[in-house]
């Protein structure tokens, strides 16, 4: 799945807006990491988080957009979904072995997953899991904060992709 780069249009519906912005900061995901030495994808440069690698944070979006739009929105089950487990903590930014490359894919493809969920209900449906709070969200509200979330980490990974390398930009 490639995911445009490109801003919504000016005037367009809620819905358009939304998806578009959201999948704009998605897409600058997999832009913050091209050319990325292997060596460097799972290197830390934050002492204080040692797990803020372009690896780990990668990993951590992916699960995140399942968390919101499968396990709290949908109401699937949050088995499977590292963010979940109580020990050990961050473990969804734990993927040393996992290569960039393929976090990049999976993070995409939760992406599409996503963007169907989206596209199948409306923005002022609530969540329908039974166990947490956060479920009672509104599809809207849990679109405005995946932007937040996203466009949060694509701050940080240009921070750390500056300490890396470098490299540095926003398109």
């Known amino acids: 799945m490639t995911i445009s780069r ?6 367009a519906d809620e819905r ?3 998806v578009g912005w959201l999948d704009m900061q998605r897409a600058l995901v997999r832009y ?3 050319g990325l030495a292997e060596a460097d994808e799972h290197r830390s440069v934050l002492s204080t988080s040692p797990l803020m690698t372009m690896a780990g ?3 951590h979006m992916r699960w995140t957009e399942h968390c919101w739009f499968n396990v709290l929105f949908l109401g699937e089950s ?3 979904n590292p963010q ?3 020990e050990p903590e961050d473990a969804d930014m734990m993927v040393d072995d996992v290569p960039l490359a393929k976090l990049l894919d999976e993070f995409e493809q939760q992406c599409a ?3 169907e969920i989206i596209a199948a209900h409306s923005l002022d449906e609530t969540g329908k899991h039974p166990d947490f709070g956060s479920a009672q969200a509104t599809l809207r ?8 979330e996203t466009a949060r980490h694509i701050g940080h990974l240009d921070t750390i992709r500056e300490l890396l390398d470098g490299e540095k930009g926003y398109y």
């Open 57 to 59: 944070l990668v990993s």
């Open 6 to 11: 490109e801003r919504p249009p000016f005037v």
């Open 84 to 86: 979940f487990q109580e």
């Open 32 to 34: 913050k990491c091209e």
């Open 16 to 18: 358009t807006q939304l």
């Open 78 to 80: 949050f088995e499977g």
């Open 113 to 115: 997953q996503s963007n």
């Open 141 to 148: 509200w849990i679109l405005l904060h995946m932007l937040e």
